[in-house]
Nanobody, 118 residues
Framework: VQLVESGGGLVQPGGSLRLSCVVS????????VVWVRQAPGKEREAVSC????????YYLESVKGRFTTSRDKAANMVYLQMNSLKPDDTANYYC????????????WGPGTQVTVSS
């Protein structure tokens, strides 16, 4: 079982990226999924959380109205659409399934780096 995030990159302020999350050998259908990010020298923070029934549980206040999380159960993928990106969004982004509110996988994936810079 391996968490794999993808879709990061270098983008100018105001740009967009869509991150993808897949877990090989595991179906995400029955778990909430959380996106978190960590910038150098900063604490890891939760960005969004979607329930197993596609209900949005949480968005970080600073991303509300700009980021949207969704899932495609047929593809076993969870996405984070990020619009109107700001330099403060620069971080490594990670996903994980949740079980009873806690990360299901103790080992996080490598994440995907998002850099917002002109």
């Amino acid at each position: 079982v391996q968490l794999v995030e993808s879709g990061g990159g270098l983008v100018q302020p105001g740009g967009s990226l869509r991150l993808s999350c897949v877990v090989s050998g595991f179906t995400l259908d029955y778990n909430a999924v959380v996106w978190v990010r960590q910038a150098p020298g900063k604490e890891r923070e939760a960005v969004s959380c979607i329930s197993n029934t596609d209900h949005i549980i949480y968005y970080l206040e600073s991303v509300k109205g700009r980021f949207t999380t969704s899932r495609d159960k047929a593809a076993n993928m969870v996405y984070l659409q990020m619009n109107s990106l700001k330099p403060d969004d620069t971080a490594n982004y990670y996903c994980n399934a949740l079980s009873r509110g806690a990360p299901f996988f103790k080992s996080w994936g490598p994440g995907t780096q998002v850099t917002v810079s002109s």
